[in-house]
Every structure is written in structure tokens, then in C-alpha cells.
């Protein structure tokens, strides 16, 4: 199979399978890829990084900054650029860091940063790798949707023979490659529009209008979307750097208005329409060009509002054949019927209702806990679940009826 346009990341961690590393560089690249190489301090040791810069025709990172000229080596950056991050050989320590959130190298900094998945070829000694404390930590990975490439059995550094040399070079591509191939998800080709965050509505250049959705949500939508295999843009309000990594085009707005418009011209060409943003309902009628003084105030102000636009009943209206169109209910009582009234009000095709009564759900929350309902009057009801899985849950119900 041909890796042509993908772009793999790959850490290469401090073992002496390092050297089967430039082996598979040339052959990835042969096959198409374009390859970025991250070491280890400890990885230099057994390979040099000019080996990797010949191979790649590009710098090879170790460090977090050049002591040279100071050159910051960002990880974000380099998290969100591959279609996999691909970790070989991965060593006990590493993946004992990895599970346990240690960022001390780039390789690892890296790793808590991407937002594309991740694939390890673990690589050490018999006893470190049936060590229990190993293999809690292969599965805590492996939980957390880390793929696994299992080391084989033989003649190890050592002298003992057992498990523990890293996969082949041809082995570990053909890993890739069936990785690449099953990614044709069930939104394979679809192109998906998603709203998240909130709207910021201004009463003067300081103050504004606003709530406390925080974008998790919407974000964890996209990436769960991509995975799917779909083309995703999100439109999103106000949100921190921290939420706001993904691999899928990003429209940052401010306002309900400008998400309508920044809406409203990707529309038509979307599939998939998902309303997850926490849209302001009100808007202030006028907005003070300098900031409201206190002093020679009254105790008491008025801000008249007038009602935004409905981002969501407008796409609707505006719905082709074919399209599905998902929305958010975030209620604090009468949930189902609420629901059921915005399912049919709005014309949607399925509803994602959660309280903010559940533990665990609604603003800020890492977890979520969700009901959807469908035209039929269908309900799919889910336990407390963080977002990553919530929205996967979604998709696949957003995949059973778009392929019904």
C-alpha cells in the first residue's frame, strides 16, 4: 500500500533497536510518507541525528530549545502536524512516562500534545517487559486509545531470549499501513460543519455577555469526526489554546453574528451540520464605544437585549436532501420534554440532550453524560463518560442514521 501524502511523526526513544529506526525511515519514505524524526537525548546515543536528517532532508529535534541561538522546538506544533505520532522503539521508561503524564523530553511533551493518534512498537528486555508494572502501563495506554505494535520473541541484548525486540521495520509499516487503510470510517468522505464553544456578546470594549461552556465538547466532535474519516471545520467561540488543538480547520469567532455568518457560507457545502456551541440567546441592542464608568452611575443599570439570530433553526431551513442535521440541549429541568419540543421545533435529525443536574456533565467538565433522541421519537441513553468517548458514541449514532 502506498503512504503517499501521510505524515508520520516518529520518536525514536534510548535502545539499541534505535538503529532498526533508519531502516524504517527509508522505507516509509519510500513508500511515500513524509517523515519527521524526534529523539531522545538517550536515542543520540545510539543513532546520530545526521543519519535521520539525511534520510528525512529535514532538522531532527532532541531538545527543546538550540542552546546555539536559542530556537524553540515546539511540541504543540509538532503534535498537530502528523497524521500519526508513531513511537519506536518505546522504551520501559518512556512508556511508564507516557502513562503517567511526564513530559521531561520532547518525545514525551510531544505525545501529550498530539491530537492525532498515537502508535508505540515497544522495545526492551524480557523481564522489564513482563514486569507488572510494564504491562499496567501498556494497558493504561492501550485505554486510552494508544495503538499497540507487540514486541517480538528472540534473541535479546541481554543474552536471554524471549519477548521483547522491537517489531521489524517491514512489520511496523505494514502496522501503519493497515492503520491508514481502516481509517476509511464510516464519514469516509463526508464533509462535517461543527459549532462549539461560546459567544461573547459585547455591552462595551471591556464587558461582555457570555457563559461558561468551554469548547471541550465540540472539539472532542471534531477529532472523533476525523478519526470517522471526515473532512471537519469547526467554528468556534472564545476558547483556550489548551481546548482548542485539532487537526481540523479551524473559524475562531467571537459572536453570535459572526458564527452565523462564518456558518451560514460553509453551510451548503457540509454533510453533516452538529450544533454544539453555547450560542448567546440575547445580544445588547447597542454597544458602548468606551467603557461604562461607575462613577456617576445609579445603583441600578438597564441593558435592553434583543434576541440573536438561531443559528441552528436557520441552517435547518436552509437544509438540502441528504444533509443531517444534529443539535445540543443543555436543560436544568423538564429535560426530555424540552428536548422533544427542540427536536421537532427545529426540524433536527438527532438531539443530544444533558442536564446539568447529572454529575460530571454540562460546562467545563472533561466528562459528559448524554441522551440522544431521533425523529422517531428513539431515545439512546449513556453513562457518565469522558467527552473523547461521548463523542464517539455520537458519530456513531450520527453514522447509523445517515447510512439507514
Known amino acids: ?128 517487559w513482563q514486569h507488572p508494572a510494564t504491562q499496567e502501563n501498556i494497558q493504561l495506554l492501550a485505554e486510552r486509545g494508544v495503538h499497540i505494535i507487540p514486541p517480538e520473541s528472540g534473541s535479546l541484548a541481554s543474552g536471554l531470549e524471549g519477548t521483547g525486540r522491537l517489531a521489524e521495520p517491514d512489520q511496523i509499516q505494514t502496522f501503519v499501513e ?44 471534531a477529532e472523533a469526526c476525523i478519526n470517522a474519516g471526515a473532512e471537519v471545520i469547526i467554528v468556534h467561540g472564545p476558547v483556550s489554546n489548551e481546548v482548542a488543538m485539532t487537526s481540523a480547520e479551524r473559524v475562531a469567532v467571537t459572536s453570535a453574528e459572526e458564527m452565523y455568518t462564518a456558518c451560514s457560507e460553509r453551510f451548503d457545502a457540509c454533510d453533516i451540520f452538529i450544533a454544539a456551541a453555547a450560542v448567546a440567546d440575547f445580544t445588547p441592542v447597542q454597544v458602548s464605544a468606551e467603557k461604562i464608568k461607575k462613577e456617576g452611575a445609579t445603583a441600578h443599570i438597564s441593558l435592553e437585549l434583543k434576541r440573536t439570530k438561531d443559528i441552528l433553526a436557520e441552517m435547518s431551513k436552509r437544509r438540502h436532501p441528504g444533509q443531517c442535521i444534529v443539535g445540543f440541549a443543555l436543560e436544568t429541568e423538564n429535560a426530555l420534554e424540552n428536548a422533544r419540543k427542540k427536536l421537532e421545533s427545529k426540524d433536527l435529525d438527532l438531539l443530544v440532550l444533558n442536564s446539568l443536574r447529572d454529575p460530571g456533565a454540562g460546562f467545563g467538565y472533561d466528562t459528559n453524560k448524554i441522551t440522544i433522541l431521533d425523529r422517531q421519537g428513539d431515545l439512546a441513553t449513556f453513562d457518565t463518560k469522558h467527552k473523547s468517548e461521548v463523542a464517539r458514541d455520537i458519530i456513531h449514532r450520527i453514522s447509523l442514521f445517515i447510512h439507514a
Open 1 to 128: 500500500m502506498s503512504l503517499r501524502g501521510k505524515k508520520i511523526l516518529l520518536g525514536v526513544c534510548g535502545g539499541i533497536a534505535a538503529y532498526k529506526c533508519v531502516y524504517l525511515v527509508r522505507s516509509l519514505m519510500q513508500a511515500g510518507a513524509d517523515v519527521r524524526v524526534i529523539m531522545t537525548p538517550a536515542a543520540t546515543d545510539f543513532v546520530g541525528k545526521l543519519s535521520f536528517a539525511s534520510l528525512t532532508r529535514k532538522p531532527v529535534y532532541s531538545t527543546f530549545y538550540n542552546k546555539e541561538d536559542g530556537t524553540w522546538n515546539n511540541h504543540v506544533e509538532l503534535g498537530l502536524w502528523g497524521d500519526i505520532y508513531l513511537i519506536a522503539p518505546a522504551t520501559a521508561n518512556t512508556i511508564a512516562s507516557m502513562a503517567h503524564g511526564e513530559s521531561d523530553t520532547l518525545v514525551l511533551a510531544t505525545y501529550l500534545s498530539a491530537s492525532c493518534p498515537v502508535i508505540i512498537a515497544p522495545a526492551m528486555d524480557l523481564d522489564m
Open 178 to 221: 493497515s492503520y491508514f487503510a481502516e481509517r476509511k470510517g464510516p464519514l469516509q468522505g463526508k464533509k462535517v460543519l461543527i459549532t462549539a464553544g461560546p459567544t461573547y456578546e459585547a455591552i462595551d470594549p471591556v464587558r461582555f455577555i457570555g457563559n461558561h461552556a468551554s469548547g471541550k465538547m465540540g472539539f472532542a466532535l
